[in-house]
C-alpha cells in the first residue's frame, strides 16, 4: 500500500506563488496533482511519469510546473501567478499502472488534501 503525505499549501495574494510536495511512501509509474474547489468536481491540474512525462492542463499552462525527485519518490507541483479561481484543496495522486492520463479512476493511490486559497 501506497502512501501520499502533502505539503506545502496555504494562503497567498493574487499573482503569489507556493510550492506543493507530495512524497510517496513507494515506487508508483505516475504521480499527479488534482484539485477540487468547493461545489465543483475534482480536476487534473498536472501530471508526472517516473521518466518525466509531463502534462498540465490548459488553465495552469505557463503558470504551474510539475516535477519530481526519483530518489525522494516526491513530485512537486510550483504554482506561480496565482489567481483566485485556483483555490482549492489539492491533492496528491499515484498509480502503478501503465497509462498516465489526468482522470481520476486511473489512480488508486490518494493523499488528504492541502488547501490552497487565493485572495484578491
Known amino acids: 500500500q501506497v502512501q501520499l503525505v502533502e505539503s506545502g499549501g496555504g494562503s497567498v495574494q493574487t499573482g503569489g506563488s507556493l510550492r506543493l510536495s507530495c512524497a510517496s511512501s513507494?515506487?508508483?509509474?505516475?504521480m499527479a496533482w488534482f484539485r477540487q474547489a468547493p461545489g465543483k468536481e475534482r480536476e487534473g491540474v498536472a501530471y508526472i511519469t517516473k521518466v518525466g512525462t509531463a502534462r498540465v492542463t490548459d488553465s495552469v499552462k505557463g503558470r504551474f510546473i510539475i516535477s519530481q525527485d526519483n530518489a525522494e519518490n516526491t513530485v512537486y507541483l510550483q504554482m506561480n501567478s496565482l489567481k483566485p479561481e485556483d483555490t482549492a484543496m489539492y491533492y496528491c495522486?499515484?498509480?502503478?499502472?501503465?497509462?498516465?492520463?489526468?482522470?481520476?479512476?486511473?489512480?488508486?493511490?490518494w493523499g488528504q488534501g492541502t488547501q490552497v486559497t487565493v485572495s484578491s
Open positions: 495522486a499515484a498509480t502503478s499502472g501503465a497509462i498516465c492520463q489526468l482522470l481520476a479512476d486511473r489512480f488508486n493511490y
Open positions: 513507494g515506487y508508483t509509474n505516475c
